[in-house]
């Protein structure tokens, strides 16, 4: 897709192989063995891996997990998933952050560091390394770049796939439900101000997938699981291990770690987690977790600052484990010094469109930019323990927007220039 979308397939296979060197033998959890629940000697048929999906509720990425099991069906192994397609979609993330850079210094710039990003991350994101995480940003990175595809070639197809990128994107992180009516926004007002001709079947091109694939999804959880909204049962456990330092009652109910185990051991299964029940625990949970912030929200507030601190501060400790030693010391750094700069870029570069009379996100650079940034302010408030996880999933596109701004700042006064326009210094 990025050859096609940059004219250069070579120079594109050559950064995906530069990329795809140093994580290269590193291994992932297959999506179906998200907390060990789904025994996977009891899926044989074809009609197995239906009635697997149709009864669906929890946090295994639906469409992912479907063609995980197909596969197991078919060779009785998963080893496409967890050893082939983790290190492939990381290098592919890493090179899609370096082919949506228009300059080439911004380019070389973000080739550079991503080589040494994604060989130290993937060292922290072996603390526990799931197999959708790096396909979170190839979705998202894959998603703008069809669009600026659209932009350029006014090409519906490239809309489409836009809007099967959003929608599988939606389907592999829960917590994109609550973004995902934003970036429809943004996209559909892209169209309306932009599109002259042809509106209606631009519009079509990119709202389908969204509809039938994601809306289809959530309007069967809805009417097969209690009226459930998002696409997992178990979020307010999630945001108790994020929150439960703030109250002890929060603290006092029992953590998802501790529900039921079918076998103990070295085969540990966890009891089935698609129920009503859990279900109820985890709305009772948010419902708690909401009524403790309302009680107090000035010490809410800063817990709030506290969360997002910690996850700017780019922890790489998870569970069992603790990488040390210079290599992570720096990584930390340039993880955190990404944050600065995304927030930073966000705020300058929108005064700036403001400024001007623009709406900000109709920039497709700085909408990659605040969307990322929404996710991240999502994640740090409702995840605790996984920061160094979650940081991995969205690097290449941190690290694209640092590669913004490289490119703005090597173009000849251009960074000053946009300084100058915001009041920043006189150019």
């Known amino acids: 897709m990025a050859g096609v979308l940059t004219g250069r397939p070579i120079w594109a296979a050559v950064v995906f192989a530069l990329f795809l060197v140093p994580v290269w033998g590193f ?10 629940m789904l025994d ?42 967890s050893d082939v397609l983790y290190p492939i979609s990381i290098a592919a993330a890493f090179t899609l952050a370096v082919l949506i850079q228009r300059g080439m210094a911004s380019r070389v710039a973000v080739l550079v ?15 526990n390394p799931a197999n959708y995480d790096p396909i979170f940003a190839l979705l998202t990175l894959g998603y703008l770049l069809l669009v600026r595809r659209w932009l350029d070639r006014r090409r519906a197809l490239a809309l489409a796939g836009a809007g099967l990128c959003l929608a599988l994107l939606e389907l592999t992180r829960p917590f994109m439900i609550f973004l995902l009516p934003v970036f429809v926004a943004v996209e559909v007002h892209r169209i309306a101000v932009t599109s002259l001709s042809r509106r209606g079947a631009a519009l079509a091109a990119f709202l389908l997938p969204v509809v039938v694939l994601s809306g289809g999804w959530h309007l069967h959880v809805w009417l097969a699981h209690d009226h459930q909204i998002t696409w997992t049962n178990v979020s307010g456990f999630n945001l108790q291990r994020a929150w439960e330092d703030f109250d002890p009652e929060i603290a006092a109910v029992r953590h998802l770690d501790q529900l ?12 089935d987690l698609n129920t009503a029940e859990i279900h109820r625990e985890s709305e009772d949970l948010k419902a708690l977790i909401l009524a403790k912030i309302l009680d ?8 709030v600052l506290n969360r997002l601190a910690t996850f700017a501060s780019a922890p790489t400790r998870m569970y069992g484990s603790d990488p040390q030693g210079a290599r992570i ?20 570069a929108g005064a700036l469109l403001v400024r001007r009379r623009h709406w900000p996100w109709m920039d497709w650079r700085w909408w990659l930019a605040c969307s990322t940034l929404l996710v991240t302010l999502l994640v740090s408030l409702g995840e605790q323990g996984e920061e160094g996880r979650f940081l991995f999933s969205i690097l290449p596109m941190m690290l694209a927007v640092g590669g913004f701004v490289v490119g703005a700042s090597s173009s000849t006064g251009s960074w000053r220039i946009l300084m100058g326009r915001l009041g920043i210094c006189h150019s």
């Open 329 to 348: 010391t720096f990584y930390r750094g340039a993880v955190t010094g990404l944050v600065i700069t995304l927030v930073g870029y966000v705020v300058v």
């Open 40 to 81: 996977l000697e009891t899926i044989r048929t074809t009609a197995d891996v239906w009635n697997y999906l149709i009864n669906l509720r929890t946090g295994i990425p639906p469409v992912l997990s479907t063609l995980e099991l197909l596969w197991w069906v078919a060779f009785r192994d998963l080893t496409l998933f």
């Open 296 to 303: 107090d929200p000035a010490r809410a507030a800063r817990h």
């Open 113 to 127: 560091a991503g080589l040494f990003l994604a060989r130290v991350g993937v060292e922290v994101h072996a603390g």
């Open 260 to 271: 039921p185990r079918v076998r103990e051991g070295e085969n540990e299964q966890w009891a």
């Open 27 to 36: 291994t992932a959890t297959s999506s179906v063995t998200w907390m060990r």
